[in-house]
């Protein structure tokens, strides 16, 4: 047997943005006149899983790829040794994970004055990092900040008596 199998990718498709800290399964059409007997991928050049039973679904496992473009291709093998690849794709690994948030000052049920300028403080956290706080009162924002670490100025000007609800 001198004939190579073919193979192509059919998930992720090219240009798609796939999670980043995740599995992703990428899965392929292949064939062979003997047979398909494993499938690998390569994610930048290097090998990152493989599969030997059909339908070949490769595990992908993007704990820590780097945010952004990465070239993929499955390498496939017959049963006499021959390989061929798939064209290459580029994908965008994107973060998809969302930023925790709490307020950490003013205290829950804390009584504040009327008419003053009352410091907020945050405890935002990302795995890739936060960039901007809001914070909502009665579900209107009324500060935001760009600046580590995230105290915001409240004023609680025109403020009715009485308790409020503070979303950050």
Do not use: C, M
């Amino acid at each position: 047997d001198a004939t190579p199998p073919t193979i192509s990718i059919t998930n992720p498709t090219n240009n798609s943005n796939v999670p980043r800290d995740s599995n992703v399964n990428v899965t392929s059409t292949s064939s062979d006149n003997v047979g398909v007997t494993k499938v690998e991928l390569y994610v930048d050049g290097n090998l990152k899983s493989s599969s030997q039973a059909a339908p070949f679904t490769v595990v992908w496992d993007t704990t820590g790829l780097a945010l952004g473009p990465h070239d993929l291709y499955l390498k496939a093998y017959d049963a006499a040794g021959n390989t061929s690849n798939s064209a290459n794709i580029s994908v965008n690994a994107v973060d998809v994970t969302a930023p925790t948030v709490a307020i950490t000052s003013p205290a829950n049920n804390a009584a504040i004055s009327q008419g003053s300028a009352v410091s907020v403080t945050l405890n935002a956290k990302d795995n890739v990092g936060v960039v901007k706080s809001e914070l909502y009162v009665d579900g209107n924002v009324r500060s935001n900040s760009t600046v580590v670490p995230f105290t915001l100025l409240w004023d609680t000007s025109g403020l009715t008596l009485g308790g409020h609800n503070l979303v950050a």
